[in-house]
């Protein structure tokens, strides 16, 4: 399966927020400010965060609460953090209620950041990449839909692959949602109202952390994998990272 090449520099993140022995929906996951994480439901690439190596202070919002935390992650490494919300102050987490303020600001973000499909043709998976050795995103593209596939950057000339191979670059404008299809790409103003309605849709709850695909030169997957369930599961370590649950730090 896919592995981190060995050239790699940075690490990965992959924070849960657990209660009473489950694991709750993380809207968004901010790194040093930064968003780089948003919770829709649409997007299917493994729950694990790309982020350079260090110290950094991790946001880690749920629907209504941000818990937040300086941890260090080692290079090459994949940190899996379950922040235990009944439990948090004791774990070294600082809590705080999300205000309109904060919704209004991470709406503006998206407005910047998200990679949306609109209105395909055709049920089918659309992966892209910002640039040659990123992380492989993915994202379900439903007929008639709005469909979120990612985080970009403004500045990114993304390129993005179909399922059965082909592939085509874009380049990414600021406030637009693109209605994807073979040979052709087109724009649509987004407005705020609809940022804000993709918001409200981010309540996924993430799934067991896997690894990015960093090796492929274009995605091999012919079906569409099916989300699994882990409700009554806690997120497992991976070996190199035995730090335990927040809970017990």
């Known amino acids: ?22 694991v709750k929906p993380v ?8 968003l780089v994480y948003f919770g829709h439901p649409d997007m299917l690439t493994p729950y694990s965060i790309p982020v350079d190596s260090g110290k950094h ?19 090459r490494a994949q940190l899996v953090l379950s922040v235990d919300t009944d439990k948090a102050s004791a774990a ?17 973000l998206l ?28 994202g379900i593209t439903q007929v008639g839909a709005a469909n979120v596939l990612g985080l ?4 990114d000339r993304i390129r993005y692959y179909y399922t059965r191979q082909d592939t085509f670059r874009i380049a990414i404008e600021k406030g637009v949602k693109y209605n994807i299809r073979r040979g052709r790409d087109r724009l649509y103003t987004m407005g705020g109202d609809e940022f804000l309605s993709l918001w409200k849709e981010a309540s996924r709850t993430p799934h067991l952390p896997g690894v990015p695909e960093y090796s492929l030169p274009v995605p091999k997957i012919t079906e569409l994998p099916q989300p699994q369930n ?20």
């Open 57 to 75: 202070t991790i946001e880690v919002r749920g629907l209504r609460h941000a818990y937040t935390r300086v941890d260090s992650i080692a290079s």
């Open 111 to 138: 407005d910047n950041r998200l990679l949306v499909n609109y209105r395909p043709t055709k049920e089918d998976m659309g992966f892209f990449r910002r640039y040659k050795g990123d992380v492989l995103q993915r």
């Open 27 to 34: 809207r968004s996951v901010y790194v040093n400010d930064r």
């Open 152 to 155: 970009v950057g403004l500045t």
């Open 92 to 108: 070294g987490w600082g809590t705080r209620e999300l205000s309109e303020a904060d919704r209004d600001a991470e709406v503006l």
């Open 230 to 249: 882990i409700y009554s599961k806690f997120p497992k370590l991976l070996d190199k990272e035995q730090r335990g649950p927040a809970s017990a730090r």
């Open 1 to 22: 399966d896919s592995v981190m090449p060995p050239k790699l520099t940075g690490a990965h993140l992959a924070p849960f927020l657990i209660s009473e022995g489950k």
